[in-house]
Nanobody
């Protein structure tokens, strides 16, 4: 069982930066690929970024590539999402997620179906 708690959201002006954190419970954090997703009001949840369990390889949606950076600190059971050059269209609730042994080989890192554990989310609002 894994519990995820996001923090770091808030209100920022366009062009600004925020760093989201996702703290995980459990001793096996390093075995999970972690994903970041977001959901804007009235829209479907979409993939933002992911970082793999072993090599720490990162993946990004085209819309955030070059602006966002995912990282993880396995010693602290925490994954981060550094968001720079924020735009009003980045406004959304951001959630982190962890995959599972049952799903990790069946879905790509960008698929919501891969992730079994989800946090409650943190609101990010970017003003123009």
């Amino acid at each position: 069982q894994v519990q995820l708690v996001e923090s770091g959201g808030g209100l920022v002006q366009a062009g600004g930066s925020l760093r989201l954190s996702c703290a995980a419970s459990g001793r096996t954090f390093s075995t999970y690929t972690m994903g970041w997703f977001r959901q804007a009001a009235g829209k479907e949840r979409e993939f933002v970024a992911a970082i793999t369990r072993s090599s720490g390889t990162t993946y990004y949606a085209d819309s955030v590539k070059g602006r966002f950076a995912a990282s993880r600190d396995n010693a602290k059971n925490t994954v981060y999402l550094q968001m720079n050059s924020l735009k009003p269209e980045d406004t959304a609730v951001y959630s982190c997620a962890a995959d599972s042994e049952r799903t990790k080989d069946r879905f790509t890192v960008g698929s919501m179906a891969r992730y079994f554990y989800w946090g409650q989310g943190t609101q990010v609002t970017v003003s123009s």
